[in-house]
């Protein structure tokens, strides 16, 4: 059973910066896309960016510019370097992650922009 485990979330003031990171428990080279994802409070779950196994990433238009997602393949992470924050960026954010049969989900960690 696949886990993702999320963590670096947490309270920030707009403009500032946080590093989420996505720990896999296998290896992130046999998910075909991983991808960082955002819900805020009574809105629907979203794509913020999503990588390929080739290195293909695309990045929703909200953060173009202020986030970057990176990965370390041998410690099977995914980060997401998130900078100039916004309130808008107030999200829970979950890292997820696709094999050619199942979709995984991580539980989530909270980031809270204060204005």
């Known amino acids: 059973q696949v886990q993702l485990v999320e963590s670096g979330g947490g309270l920030v003031q707009a403009g500032g910066s946080l590093r989420l990171s996505c720990a896999a428990s296998g290896s992130i080279f046999s998910f075909e896309h991983m991808g960082w994802y955002r819900q805020a409070p009574g809105k629907l779950r979203r794509l913020v960016v999503g990588i390929t196994r080739g290195g293909s990433i695309n990045y929703a238009d909200s953060v173009k510019g202020r986030f970057t997602v990176s990965r370390d393949n041998a410690k099977n992470t995914v980060y997401l370097q998130m900078n100039s924050l916004k309130p808008e960026d107030t999200a829970v954010y979950y890292c997820?992650?696709?094999?050619?049969?199942?979709?995984?989900w991580g539980q989530g960690t909270q980031v809270t922009v204060s204005s």
């Open positions: 997820a992650a696709s094999s050619d049969s199942e979709d995984y």
